[in-house]
C-alpha cells in the first residue's frame, strides 16, 4: 500500500523560507521510473505544479517560481524535502506531494498517489 | 509557458453527459491526464495518456485528444460525479495544470 504525508509548519511569515517534507510508504526512492512531485493549491483556486525528482535524483522545477524552490530526497529515510525562499502571502496554499511512477506501457504516468496535503499560510 | 485552459464551470443533468475541455496549443501532440477532486480531498486520476482509465475508475469516465483540445467525457452523469476536474499535461519537461472545471450536476 502506497501512502504520502506531508508535514511541516502551519504558519509561515512573510520572507522566511518554507521546509516541507514528504514521508512515503510502500514505494522506494532507489527504483528504475519512479518520481514524487510537489503540487500546491491556493484556497479554491487550481491546482499548481511546483516541483518533481526522479529516482536518479534529476530535478525539474516550475520555471514561474524564479528559481525559490529545492527538492532533495532522501531515500534511505523515505522523504522528499521541498525548500521555497521568500515566501509570500500568494504562497499560502495546500501542499500536496505526489508519486508517479514510469511503468511498461505507460509513457506518461499520472500523479497515481497523493498525500492528504498540508495547509500553509503565509501571514504576518 | 504553456497554458492550459479550462472552462471554469459547467453542469449536468443527473444522467446525462457532461463534456470538460481543456485547450492548449498542440495539445494534440501531447498526453494529457485527468484529475477528480472533491471538496477537502485529494486529487484523483480518472484518466492517463488521453484515454486510458486507472483501475477502479468507471467506465462512464472517457477522454480524447486531438489538435488543440482534450475532452474528458462523463457519461451517464451521476451526482457522486459532482467535482472539480483538473487536466494536466507536460510541456518542456515541466508540468502543467488547467486552471479546473466545478462540474455541477443538478
Known amino acids: 500500500q502506497i501512502t504520502l504525508k506531508e508535514s511541516g509548519p502551519t504558519l509561515v511569515k512573510p520572507t522566511q523560507t518554507l521546509t516541507l517534507t514528504c514521508t512515503f510508504s510502500?514505494?522506494?526512492?532507489?527504483?528504475?521510473?519512479?518520481?514524487v512531485g510537489w503540487i500546491r493549491q491556493p484556497p479554491g483556486k487550481a491546482l499548481e505544479w511546483l516541483a518533481l525528482i526522479y529516482w536518479d535524483d534529476d530535478k525539474r522545477y516550475n520555471p514561474s517560481l524564479n528559481g525559490r524552490l529545492t527538492i532533495t530526497k532522501d531515500a534511505s529515510k523515505s522523504q522528499v524535502v521541498l525548500t521555497m525562499t521568500n515566501i509570500e502571502p500568494v504562497d499560502t496554499a495546500t501542499y500536496y506531494c505526489s508519486q508517479r511512477r514510469i511503468a511498461t506501457g505507460v509513457k506518461d504516468p499520472p500523479f497515481s498517489y497523493w498525500g492528504q496535503g498540508a495547509l500553509v499560510t503565509v501571514s504576518s | 509557458s504553456y497554458d492550459l485552459t479550462q472552462p471554469p464551470s459547467m453542469s449536468v443533468s443527473p444522467g446525462q453527459t457532461a463534456n470538460i475541455t481543456c485547450s492548449g496549443h498542440k495539445l494534440g501532440d501531447k498526453y494529457v491526464c485527468w484529475y477528480q477532486q472533491k471538496p477537502g480531498r485529494s486529487p484523483v486520476v480518472v484518466i492517463y495518456e488521453d484515454y486510458k482509465r486507472p483501475s477502479g475508475i468507471p467506465e462512464r469516465f472517457s477522454g480524447s485528444n486531438s489538435g488543440s483540445t482534450a475532452t474528458l467525457t462523463i457519461s451517464g452523469t451521476q451526482a457522486m460525479d459532482e467535482a472539480d476536474y483538473h487536466c494536466?499535461?507536460?510541456?518542456?519537461?515541466?508540468?502543467?495544470f488547467g486552471g479546473g472545471t466545478k462540474l455541477t450536476v443538478l
Open positions: 510502500g514505494f522506494s526512492l532507489n527504483t528504475y521510473g519512479v518520481n
Open positions: 494536466q499535461a507536460w510541456d518542456s519537461r515541466t508540468v502543467v
